[in-house]
């Protein structure tokens, strides 16, 4: 019962997470703006998301550092699903292979799936290709690992 409440709660969680700008993670926000939850599971996100002009190189191709910006933040809603914590997780190991491009204004799909967790450790491979075709446009596979690193900027009540 309780693994069934977890996407739920989870992709609402995430939604809201996405919709709210953070301090101090400008890239983020502008990368993942945009980014439509599809489907979210314990330990599978799928999105889609429509690659707006900002984020696109002198040719007009999806530029690859937003593509490796948007499938770890695909990759932490994965996690998110599994262990039901939104922040707090660091990526380890991070390895991503691109097969090909898109242009502005074409929708692609991404899909990330929790390989493995291991308590504190969690395997992650997304998926990035082209919705009209299924055209694969890049495959990442990420360790991370489970944190309790306060940030600096979130306050928290003095000890003293």
């Known amino acids: 019962?309780?693994?069934?409440?977890?996407?739920?709660?989870?992709?609402?969680?995430?939604?809201?997470?996405?919709?709210?700008?953070?301090?101090?993670?400008?890239?983020?926000?502008?990368?993942?703006?945009?980014?439509?939850?599809?489907?979210?599971?314990k330990g599978f996100v799928r999105c889609t998301f429509i690659i707006p002009p900002s984020a696109s190189d002198a040719h007009g191709n999806w530029q690859v550092g937003t593509i490796a910006t948007i499938v770890d933040i695909v990759a932490s809603m994965a996690i998110c699903t599994e262990t039901a914590i939104i922040r707090g997780n660091v990526t380890m190991d991070y390895n991503i292979s691109y097969y090909s491009s898109a242009k502005i204004q074409e929708e692609v799909e991404i899909v990330a799936k929790v390989v493995g967790n291991k308590g504190k450790l969690s395997s992650i491979r997304v998926e990035v290709k082209k919705k009209d075709d299924g055209e694969l446009i890049a495959i990442a596979k990420q360790w991370t690992a489970s944190n309790e690193f306060r940030a600096p900027w979130i306050n928290h009540p003095s000890k003293l």
């Open 1 to 41: 019962m309780e693994g069934e409440k977890l996407p739920r709660i989870s992709r609402k969680g995430i939604q809201e997470y996405l919709n709210k700008e953070m301090p101090h993670v400008e890239l983020q926000n502008i990368t993942a703006k945009g980014l439509i939850i599809d489907h979210a599971r």
